[in-house]
């Protein structure tokens, strides 16, 4: 180590002696050669040797080098000299210390998806034309370790999630429906008691960090009184922030940050939500309002309630809804034989049937014990609850199947020629806590290709939910984490307080 130091040390020496000799003619050449994986050249092969005895060192060697010292050394390494610079700002590096910032928690794939797609900010165009630029990670790595983090909230209408950027995820779950009142329609008291609570639960002062919030899929058209609606939601969303002295707020619609989440910027989200399902059409993070937002009538609850009415048929006893929303989400052990070895596995106690004739021909019996309430054995209600997604007349709900209503979506987004893609919306992307039942993605992928024409089926995907009922808040996460946030995506108090000076001139 000492001999290595040593070494280090006289190459800097001499290095900064002739600081002012140019290297940049070399530049070219030796990105050529970085892009070689396996290169193991040294520096005084590619020209940008000065005559120290570290320039004999080969250039992998240099890189696994600076990967011990890390980030900060690096950085301060590459101001000796131009060859050094170049070789500090080899993507390869930063990567590497990208994938090692653990205490961001994000997949690797999420990071490159936002720094590719997201960098812009909202709207997404510019992004999207601009993706032929190669990223600079370190830069990318510069800017997101300035970040000081930010707080987090999807106020879904029946369960707000919140937490830190910072963290793995959500911190915490309120009730938002039962303790705040229909948030769709808010008034500005209950809004400034729902995000006080939230701070106080954070235990954070809300003047200290940006905020990335999701805004209610609601007022899905496209009429003036709708869009009227919606402005006046994230207004008072604003000026409710603004006034508790948020520093920068960014607040974005529950699907498109889901979208995000599943590292798409176009596609259909379908989000099973706590009383309605919507089918919401959105292109390159905008949704598309104008080709029409499909709603139905059945969510999370509705399952509960059909749930229930089996388990009352078939006069079982229970002590609430939540032990019947406990078999309705609970996993179970079993015993599996596979290639003749018996191995414990667990799946999902209510699932949703691929083919739902032929799986009532078969034996599903399973059981469970909920805590203080005792053993419950279910067969086909296993798979009945989840079927009223696609039969919904089953569960006495009057609204179309699912999967008509994602068909018919398709529909519209290929009638209405938005763009010359026609593939935008073959990518269905699902989100909720409902969109968890096992066999829903695979269901609705089936229905969706028998349901429609051929030329239109064809490239269909649906793409299961990774992050559950907490999709939005970790599309929040991934904006929050990003290098070009607050600035790309937020609005600061003085923006919004011009603004509303400029549409209030303007409304004159
Ligand atoms: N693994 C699971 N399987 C089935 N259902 C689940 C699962 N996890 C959660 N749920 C259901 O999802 C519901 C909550 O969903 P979610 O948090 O997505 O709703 P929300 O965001 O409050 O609603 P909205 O999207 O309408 O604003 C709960 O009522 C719960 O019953």
Known sequence: MAKLLKKVFESVKIRCNNNNNSCSSNLNETNRWFMKSDSCLELEELGLGLGGEFDRIPVDLFIQILKLLGPKESARISIVCKSWRIIVS??????????????LQQPWDSIVFAEKHLRSGYPLFQSIYNQSIQLSFMHIYGQRAQLNGSVIIDGGSGYCK?????????????????????????????????FATIYNRMQVKPSKYPIVLSVPICHYDDTESAKAARRQLKETIYSVLFDMNVPAVCALNQATLALFAARRVSGIVVNIGFHVTSIVPILRGKVMREVGVEVLGQGAVKLTGYLRELMQQKNMNFGSLYTVRTLKEVFILF???VKSVFCLCLENLCYVATDYEAELQKDTQASFTVPGEGLFTLSKERFQTGEILFQPRMGGVLTMG?????GLCMHHCQASEVTCDDGWFKTVVLAGGTACLPGLPERLEKELRAYLPTSMSEGIRVIPPQYGAESAWFGGKMISNMSTFPDAWCMTKNQFRQKSRR???SSW
């Open 335 to 337: 015993v599996s034989v």
């Open 90 to 103: 080899d993507n390869r590096l930063w990567i590497y210390f990208l994938q090692n910032q653990n205490q």
């Open 402 to 406: 699912l999967h008509r209503a994602v």
């Open 503 to 505: 549409s209030f001139i």
């Open 162 to 194: 919140f937490g830190w950027s910072k963290y793995a995820s959500p911190s915490g779950r309120s009730a938002t429906f039962l303790e705040f009142g229909n948030i769709e329609s808010p008034m500005y008291s209950r809004l400034r008691h729902f």
